[in-house]
């Protein structure tokens, strides 16, 4: 049966979309007469013949971009796209242009970063402040010998100085890489060292959950952790002047942005490395993700058609900068909107603060996680009679799929005349691959349409797209966005085995999709085994350091289902899983990976099962939790011990009873 339709765009609505716009540029400078009505069900067809097009004609798209955004380059390119292969396409080659530059290109008079602390406390940096910090710091960056394709990495929460240390890191060409405060120490040290960063920029705590976290002991242990660090620029945030010795100088940030400087921009090579964003595979240290200078912009500029971020728009997308949607909100400086960040916890006081930051600050679009969304409905929050939102255009919603009930929530409880924009994509690739389109219709439980540009399906076992029927996600062809490579893996191996070792030459993402009739699509979850937690990704293996480090624990395997942690573990002779055990357990997870990704579930099993070449069975085990069939989601003919399997099926079956019933 179809799902209801929620929610149509009137036609005021779609006439001002950026989507619109770009169509009648199309008309206007391409000879290109796609249609887009002023009716949102008329344009289910015409969307597919826009999306068809831009993806057949790959290179004609992109260029139109690159024009119709009117991306700022130094220098001619001499192709749109060398050759379709991935990975190693190069893109606009020969172009040299700056991403820094371009979040000031639509600078206006008033606000352009504002951050309200859980606490209540505001700041906000105007456009002539972001100018005036940016410039500063870019330049101090550069008399503590800071060049072009150094690294510059950040400890820190959502605060305002984060956003200026990345833009002028950005500016001079230097290297960028961040993760929340959130993460802890050991985690930290995992990510930054493998980049050898010369400057750690870090805040000295922060406020979550009615509670102060104060950081400075955490930095201590990672700027020693860390031999290439030269120099440490302390942000305060719980302290007006907070006070760290160290082996190498300690900088406050005063210090670094008191001087007025002319802000300058490095024209770099389009595949210039901007930044390093870490993702998680099962195994082996957390995957550094390098994106560049030119494909962040245009990939951010194209992705303005399905985001519709405008020109003072008031954008908010809560997120740590342990996640790209935290690249993402800080990149709507490139459509001229103003960036605001809550730093604090979203559950804080029975989660209200987020609702009441879009009333204060008059957030026209504001977007958050699924799980978020699933809470406030569990708890009985009713926004739309609690809150004034009528500013509010769009709901983002992001890092797990949003339940059919989410969506009928967002419109009975919250606003019945929004956009609900549910969007599912990647930190591989910075950007979305299906989601929101501001001129069709939003079904509940279901996003959009797939992204133009983006050449997604959905792979059966035999590696070929289906309709209407669950399947791999994939994307056939280049983006401009795609990690130029991973950090420290010359020869692409790692690159390889993480997106192109199930189907030759396609992106495989690791996520269960279907593709509708209609053209929308729905995801069902992570196929591959990474825990996901708050828009964080964290590998199994890190899960398995802490846990096996353990006296009392032989061997362990965590799987995600539902958006729940089952950690199974097999414990040392005469051990029994008491209380006190649990509680261990989670407390070291909490000390060594962040309170992210302490274990809902703790599971006794006899053994864990093994593939032949001694790979743990993840992505199988949850398969099962999830109901597949045992015999479908694995062959047991490559279990070096199958009973195993079994075992941990049934001693997890309670739980996921449990969770069925919830």
């Known amino acids: ?227 290439s660090l030269e120099r440490v620029v302390l942000v305060p945030n719980l302290s007006d002047s907070p006070e760290l010795k160290l082996d190498i100088p300690v900088h406050l940030w005063s210090e670094t942005v008191e001087r007025k400087e002319k802000l300058i921009f490095e024209p770099v090579a389009f595949d ?114 609690q809150y004034n939102l009528e500013s509010l255009r769009m709901i983002g919603s992001t890092a797990a799929p949003l339940s059919p009930e989410g969506f009928e929530w967002v419109y009975k409880k919250v606003k019945e005349d929004v956009w609900l924009n549910s969007a599912s994509g990647g930190t591989d690739v910075m950007t979305g691959f299906v989601g929101g389109c501001p001129i069709l219709p939003v079904w509940s439980g279901e996003l959009q349409c797939r992204w133009l540009g983006t050449k997604v399906e959905a792979y059966n076992i035999e590696g070929k797209p289906v309709i209407n029927e669950v399947g791999e996600l994939v994307v056939e062809l280049p983006m401009p966005s795609m990690p130029l490579y991973f950090w420290n893996d010359p020869d692409f191996r790692w690159y390889k085995e993480s997106y192109f070792s199930m189907f030759p030459n396609v992106w495989w993402h690791g996520d269960w999709l279907m593709v509708t009739d209609r053209g929308t699509a729905i995801i069902f979850g992570r196929s591959d085994s990474t825990i996901k937690r708050k828009g964080v990704r964290m590998g199994t293996l890190d899960f398995y350091k802490v846990v096996e480090n353990l006296d009392e624990v032989v061997n362990s395997l965590i799987v995600e289902v539902k958006g729940k942690i089952f950690l199974f573990v097999v414990l040392a002779p005469g051990v029994e899983l008491t209380d006190e055990l649990k509680e261990k357990i989670n407390t070291a997870l909490r000390e060594n990976l962040g309170p992210y990704f302490v274990a809902d579930y703790i599971v006794q099993v006899p053994d864990i099962p093994m593939t032949l070449n001694y790979k743990k069975l993840e992505v199988p085990i949850k398969k099962i939790l999830l109901g597949w069939e045992v015999s479908k989601a694995v062959n047991l003919d490559s279990i070096m011990n199958p009973d195993a399997v079994f075992k941990v099926v049934e001693a997890a079956k309670p739980y996921v009873e449990q969770l069925e019933s919830e």
């Open 272 to 385: 210039h490395p901007l930044w390093v964003l870490y993702t998680s595979g099962t195994t082996g240290i957390p995957k550094p993700i390098v994106h560049g200078h030119g494909g962040i912009t245009v990939e951010i500029f194209k992705g303005s058609f399905h985001m519709d971020f405008k020109e003072g728009d008031r954008f908010l997308w809560y997120s740590p900068p342990s996640w790209m949607m935290w690249n993402t909100v800080v990149s709507g400086l490139l459509a001229g909107a103003t960036i605001v960040f809550y730093d604090g916890s979203p559950m804080y006081n029975f989660l209200t603060p987020l609702w009441e930051i879009c009333e204060k600050e008059k957030l026209d679009i504001f977007g958050t996680s699924a799980p978020f969304l699933h809470g406030c409905m569990k708890f009985g929050l009713e926004p739309a009679s």
């Open 1 to 227: 049966m179809e799902p209801k339709i929620l929610w149509e765009p009137d036609s005021d609505f779609i006439k001002n979309s950026n989507l619109a716009e770009y169509v009648e540029w199309l008309s206007a400078n391409r000879g290109l007469d796609f249609t887009v009505s002023e009716n949102a069900r008329e344009n289910i067809e015409n969307y597919k013949v826009l999306w068809n097009w831009s993806v057949e004609r790959l290179e004609d798209f992109w260029e139109s971009v690159w024009q119709f955004f009117e991306v700022k380059s130094y220098s001619d390119y001499k192709a749109v796209l060398d050759e379709r292969r991935m990975p190693g396409a190069k893109w606009f080659d020969g172009s040299t242009l700056n991403y820094a530059e371009h979040a000031f290109l639509k600078a206006g008079e008033g606000e352009a970063v504002v951050s309200v602390r859980e606490d209540g406390f505001r700041k906000a940096l105007s456009w002539d402040d972001l100018k005036r910090e940016t410039a500063a710091f870019a330049a101090w960056l550069k008399e503590m010998g800071v060049k072009k394709g150094d690294r510059v990495v950040a400890y820190s929460s959502q605060v305002p100085e984060a956003v200026v240390a990345l833009l002028a890191t950005a500016s001079i060409g230097a290297i960028w890489a961040a993760v929340g405060g959130e993460v802890a120490p050991r985690a930290v040290i995992d990510r930054f060292k493998q980049l050898d960063p010369k400057v750690l920029v870090a805040v000295d705590g922060y406020f979550y959950n009615g509670r102060e976290f104060n950081k400075l002991e955490d930095i201590r242990t990672v700027a020693q952790g860390i031999p």
